[in-house]
């Protein structure tokens, strides 16, 4: 079965630092893949997406994904965090042959000034 | 403002006392979703509707009902809840099922106690 692999379950950062999230999927194809955050209080929001094309996505906020076929991740990236990035972030990946959308367990982030 | 929303915010209630919890969306989107969110599990999938009168199980649909009479909205039912549903409930919206990314509500927290 199709899964969706976020191994950290919680980050912890300074401000200003760079920050990589992983995510990893199990699916013999290439999936659709996405990253949304989720605010304290707040649904999710979508930073991006990739579907094909350019492997190195950019979203908003200033996030940015890598996807590497070979690793089977779209690991999520930003230069420097803000204390305003402290979230939770979900990896999700829909397949071409099901359509179902898979999220990943979550990945929580805390931003230490 | 396009939104999806969700009410009530928070719902406290007791075992076995039939409640509903209601979406609406204002964006047209044919692709309504729930969704309940606990931890360490992600977000799992109850229930789904690709369109009017067209609804469907999504992972965890047992407890659970739901009803698509309009496009735009799209009510979570439970019948007779019990403790184990207690949880954080999304509903979100989509112009169509897979590739289209989805738009949350702010979410509904439902203890039952």
């Known amino acids: 079965a199709q899964s969706v692999t976020q191994p950290d379950i919680h980050i912890t950062v300074s401000e200003g630092a760079s920050l990589e999230l992983r995510c990893n999927y199990s699916y013999g194809a290439t999936p659709y893949l996405f990253w949304y955050v989720q605010s304290p209080g707040q649904g999710l929001q979508l930073l991006l997406k990739?579907?094909?094309?350019?492997?190195l996505v950019q979203g908003i906020k200033g996030f940015e994904a890598e996807f590497k076929r070979s690793q089977s991740s779209f690991n999520l990236r930003k230069p420097s965090v803000h204390w305003s990035d402290a979230a939770e972030y979900f990896c999700?990946?829909?397949?071409?042959?099901?359509?179902?959308?898979?999220f990943g367990t979550g990945t929580r982030l805390q931003v230490f000034p | 403002e396009a939104q999806v929303t969700q009410n009530p915010r928070y719902l406290i209630t007791v075992t076995g006392k039939k409640l509903t919890v209601t979406c609406s969306q204002n964006?047209?989107?044919?692709?309504m979703s729930w969704y309940r969110q606990d931890p360490g599990l992600g977000l799992r999938q109850i229930y789904y509707s690709m369109n009017v009168e067209v609804t469907d199980k999504g992972d965890v649909p047992e407890g659970y009902k739901v009803s698509r009479k309009e496009k735009r909205n799209f009510p979570l039912i439970l019948e007779s809840p019990s403790p184990n549903q207690t949880s954080l409930y999304f509903c979100?919206?989509?112009?169509?099922?897979?590739?289209?990314?989805?738009?949350f509500g702010n979410g509904t927290r439902l203890t039952v106690t």
């Open positions: 964006m047209n989107h044919e692709y």
């Open positions: 990739y579907f094909s094309g350019d492997t």
């Open positions: 999700a990946v829909v397949t071409y042959n099901t359509d179902k959308l898979i």
């Open positions: 979100a919206s989509s112009l169509s099922r897979g590739n289209s990314p989805l738009h």
